[in-house]
């Protein structure tokens, strides 16, 4: 069964300092690897979708990194805002039966 | 475009009463999802439907727990009797196709609190 992790389950940073998001996953047979943001009281937002044969998507100050081989993600938000403010899901979809496997987020919190 | 649409968005019930909730997905999309997000965790796969049939619902407690998806198009999750365990966040998501690198769309979820 596909186990992911997220670390570290907070962070609390001020305004301007560069986000680091860590995901590793236990199976590396995947299709890809999603990075979605859910903010208080609401679904999930997809953010980034690396396919598994990538080693990196950019999406404006967002930037995620693949490392199939050691299951491991990074998403890295530059310049951060208040407006980042909300808890980031990494999820893994398995290349078998493409079933979405996800972390437990990590609560960021950006202080003006 | 309308996004996913759940509802309602918050129920309090008491032990041992049923519950139902509704889902909307997106125009069009084929596949529907129904997770579970307890606090502080990522959502897990209750059941994926391929329009109207269930394609997996291992991860469902069919002995209180059932969904339908009559006509391929809103679902209904419903669980009978609730438990106490049962308080949680109600995912609904939707995407075109269930298989590939199709991106699933989430509605806002269903929070329920069983007393």
């Known amino acids: 069964k596909q186990e992911v992790t997220q670390i570290p389950a907070a962070l609390s940073v001020p305004e301007g300092e560069n986000l680091v998001l860590n995901c590793s996953f236990t199976d590396s047979a995947i299709y890809n690897l999603q990075w979605f943001r859910q903010d208080p009281g609401k679904g999930l937002t997809s953010l980034l979708l690396?396919?598994?044969?990538?080693r990196e998507q950019t999406s404006g100050r967002l930037n995620a990194s693949l490392d199939k081989s050691s299951g491991r993600s990074t998403l890295y938000i530059a310049a951060s805002q208040p407006g980042d403010s909300a808890t980031y899901l990494c999820?893994?979809?398995?290349?078998?039966?493409?079933?979405?496997?996800f972390g437990a987020g990590t609560t960021v919190t950006v202080r003006a | 475009e309308a996004g996913v649409v759940q509802s309602p968005r918050y129920k309090i019930i008491e032990k041992k009463q049923p519950v139902a909730f509704w889902c909307n997905p997106i125009s069009g999309h084929n596949t529907l999802y129904w997770y579970l997000q307890n606090l502080g965790q990522g959502p897990e796969l209750l059941i994926r439907?391929?329009?109207?049939?269930?394609?997996?619902d291992s991860q469902l407690p069919k002995d209180r727990f059932s969904a339908e998806r009559l006509k391929g198009v809103d679902s209904t999750l419903k669980i009978q009797p609730a438990e106490l365990g049962d308080s949680a966040v109600y995912l609904c998501?939707?995407?075109?196709?269930?298989?590939?690198?199709?991106?699933?769309?989430f509605g806002p979820g269903t929070r329920l609190t069983v007393l």
């Open positions: 439907y391929e329009n109207e049939e269930a394609v997996d």
């Open positions: 999820a893994v979809q398995g290349a078998n039966d493409y079933k979405l496997s």
């Open positions: 690396i396919q598994s044969s990538q």
């Open positions: 998501a939707s995407s075109l196709e269930g298989q590939g690198a199709d991106t699933q769309y």
